[in-house]
Each structure stands twice: as C-alpha cells, then as structure tokens.
C-alpha cells in the first residue's frame, strides 16, 4: 500500500499549530504536509511551481481544507479539483470556522466530501480533528491509484 498523506490547507497557524497537536495526540503518525493559500494548495497536487519535485505519493490521501485561504479560496480550490481528472475523486473535507448555510451548501455541491465546522473549544476541536484522521486515515479505503 503506498504511503498515507495528509494535506492540510490553512492560513492561520494557530489552527495549523492546533490541527497538528490533535493529529499527533490521536496517534496519527502519517505524514502531514501543510501549505497556506489555495494557489500552494493547487501546486502542491499537481505538482507545480515550488512543489515541482515535491516527494511523496501523487496525491495525499485526503485534503482538509479551509474555506477563506488568499490567492484562492477554498471553494475555487475544490471547483479547479473536481474539474481535473486526476483529482476528481480526491477526498476533500472542508474544515472550517464559518457555519454559514450557503458555505456548507456550497462545498457540499462544489464536490466536497464533508463539511466540518471547526469547534472553538481546543479539546472539541482535537477531538474533531482526531476522528477525522482516523477515519479517513485508517478507516476509509481509499480509491486504488494505478
């Protein structure tokens, strides 16, 4: 089986710095590769610019994804994801702040995988994340790749 990665997708490095201590509490030891703005995020997955040579598998195993990135959003990152064929299944869950209806109705028919809100409590918020991990990590069978 080819190697588990995590793509996290967030500008803000307290919920960066908070997202990594849940994974690393929850025992999550996969890789767990972190870029800040929705265009790294598209470098990164089709390997681009600064992430031309990146090592690693092809695609991470799931993508968390925050909805307010600069350059692109969240949402045009998923739009552009779900447009290429070679990530169009890719699992993506959009981990947010917002509970905005619209947003959660947006991600949902923009082809996201799940919509999470991202509690405001820390041991809420480790507890969200963990699950997330875990599932997705070691309870989701992913898509072959060839």
Do not use: C, H
Not at 41 to 63: H, K, M, S
Not at 71 to 83: I, N, Q
Not at 99 to 116: I, K, L
């Amino acid at each position: 089986m080819s190697e588990r990665v995590i793509l996290l997708v967030e500008d803000n490095p307290q919920d960066e710095m908070l997202t990594l201590r849940a994974l690393t509490r929850a025992r999550v030891a996969n890789r767990i590769d972190v870029v800040r703005d929705g265009q790294q995020a598209l470098d990164y997955l089709f390997r681009e610019g600064e992430y031309l040579e990146r090592p690693g598998p092809d695609r991470p195993t799931v993508v968390l994804l925050d909805i307010g990135l600069p350059r692109l959003t969240g949402l045009e990152v998923l739009a552009r994801l779900r447009a290429d064929e070679r990530t169009r299944l890719l699992p993506v869950v959009i981990l947010t702040s917002s509970d905005e209806d619209s947003d959660r109705m947006a991600s949902y028919q923009g082809g996201a995988n799940s919509f999470v809100r991202k509690p405001l409590a820390f041991g809420d918020f480790a507890e969200t994340v963990a699950r997330l991990g875990v599932y997705w990590l070691a309870t989701n069978e992913p898509l072959m790749r060839d």
